[in-house]
């Protein structure tokens, strides 16, 4: 952890503020294994039928399965649908 | 507003974009606030999306740059809708017509249904509610419901309540009418008590006046019962209001016939029905051949249903022909049946004129065969009632 996600960590403590907000990581909740819903991400790296690979903050989340759909792209929210087989994430930079 | 109904009246239009860089125009359209939705990859370099009318020019531009090639496959909701009516002008216009004129025939009374009248006749009834300006062609906004009902009441004094509804095009009329009272005289009247008709006085009872028949004697109406005008040693002459209760044996007939030849044959439950078209009176048959019937012995019975509705006579009618086999019986049968019809009809026609107050004590029916042929019944009821009558002396 660097200085900056210290004293993040910090106000968060103090604050009671949700973690993601106040850290600016991805929140990423999964219903079953039909539909991952990301809020807070950077880009689209990557996108076919098997495999959804998305830039966020604390680097590559990738989900891989079948039939995998957009279902809404927006600035700061993924919703994807279909067989989600696996999540990874690819921590890289933090 | 749930957000599926929002985006239907914006409208939203599906695209299929080829090309390359697909997920860098994600991107760009993700970063210029561009909402995209059901993305889904078909292949490599093709992929389906939908978006917003309202984005439509940016992911346009967009793709454009992208050197992306966009088709549209398919344009959703209201607005696109209206776009699109909007290029065929006539039909808009058209439909804005329809519109309108459905308004302006259905803001108008076409039809007009009076119920419930029984003593008073309807074409009366009809004129009258004509002249208080509910009739056909009427604008409905113009008639003023209470003030109907209440000149509709003071108009006819039979009518004790009467109600106006307009559903749609149609007038309804309810009213009911109410029974007389009878005549009350004042108690400082003098009156005598009479019979109110011809009966065999079994019991009288005097509670004011002078007794003038006995019980057991034979009555004729208008017989004073009871005198009003009654005379002593002590006060002389004084007129009352006489007062008391004729309870006496009358008797009401009821007379009726039934012809034998209706119930020589009896219906044996099968039937046959064949439809045909009138068209200006003319019967047009809607089946094949001559339409022979297999029954041997058969009754025909025809109803027309008209298409029309709310009493329009149109010119179209559609004729159901009914064929119902009927089976031959014995005479004496018939003839048993058609005195029991005979009966009941002399029964219904009796009771309904015996006061409700009447108590029937005995009936007594006569059958016999006319010479045309029909059954003759004739019955006697005797009934219990109170014939008492307040007549005022002049």
């Given amino acids: ?94 | 507003m749930p957000q599926g109904i929002l985006r239907y009246i914006a409208g939203h239009a599906s695209l299929k974009l080829t090309g390359l860089s697909i997920e860098k125009f994600i991107n760009k359209a993700q970063s210029g606030d561009i909402i995209l939705l059901n993305i889904k990859r078909n292949k490599y370099r093709e992929v389906t999306l939908e978006v917003n009318r309202c984005d439509m020019e940016k992911v346009g531009e967009l793709a454009g740059q992208m050197g992306l090639e966009v088709e549209v496959l398919k344009e959703n909701g209201l607005l696109y809708y209206l776009q699109r009516l909007l290029k065929h002008r006539a039909f808009a216009m058209g439909m804005l017509i329809c519109a309108l004129l459905i308004y302006l025939l259905s803001s108008f009374i076409w039809t007009v249904e009076i119920t419930g009248n029984e003593t008073v006749p309807s074409k009366k009834l009809a004129e009258m509610i004509e002249e208080l300006g509910v009739k056909p062609g009427a604008l409905k906004s113009s008639v003023d419901h209470d003030k109907f009902v209440l000149e509709l009441l003071s108009k006819e004094k039979n009518f004790t309540w009467a109600e106006l509804e307009i559903k749609g095009v149609k007038a309804k009329i309810r009213v009911v009418e109410g029974k007389k009272s009878p005549k009350v005289i004042d108690y400082s009247t003098p009156c005598n008590v009479v019979a109110g008709k011809d009966g065999f006085l079994v019991k009288l009872f005097v509670l004011n006046g002078d007794k003038k028949t006995e019980e057991g004697n034979a009555v004729k109406k208008g017989q004073i019962l009871v005198s009003g005008m009654v005379s002593s040693d002590v006060s002389g002459t004084r007129y009352v209001h006489a007062q008391g209760q004729a309870w006496s044996h009358t008797y009401y007939t009821g007379e009726a016939d039934a012809d034998i030849n209706d119930f020589l044959y009896r219906e044996t439950g099968n039937h046959a029905e064949k439809y045909q078209l009138v068209v200006n009176g003319k019967a047009i048959p809607l089946y094949r051949g001559e339409g022979g019937i297999l029954f041997k012995n058969y009754r025909v019975s025809m109803e027309d249903m008209s298409p029309g509705r709310y009493g329009m006579k149109l010119p179209i009618k559609l004729r159901r022909v009914r064929y119902v086999e009927l089976n031959e019986i014995d005479f004496d049968s018939a003839l048993i049946m058609a005195r029991q019809k005979s009966e009941e009809s002399a029964y219904a026609a009796a009771g309904k004129i015996v006061p409700a107050a009447g108590k029937i004590l005995q009936k007594t029916a006569d059958s016999k065969v006319t010479s045309d042929g029909k059954m003759h019944t004739k019955v006697v009821l005797e009934v219990l009632e109170d014939i008492a009558e307040e007549k005022a002396i002049k």
């Fill in chain 1, 1 to 94: 952890m660097d200085k900056g996600d210290f004293f993040k960590s910090i106000i968060e403590e103090i604050t009671d503020f949700p973690k993601d907000v106040v850290m600016n990581l991805p929140h990423i909740v999964l219903i079953g294994n039909l539909e991952i819903d990301l809020e807070n991400f950077n880009s689209l790296l990557e996108y076919t039928s098997e495999k959804v690979r998305v830039g966020t903050s604390m680097g590559i989340v990738m989900f891989t399965g079948s039939n995998l759909e957009i279902k809404m792209i927006s600035q700061n929210e993924i919703v994807v649908m279909g067989r989600i087989d696996s999540i990874e994430l690819g921590l890289s930079g933090r």
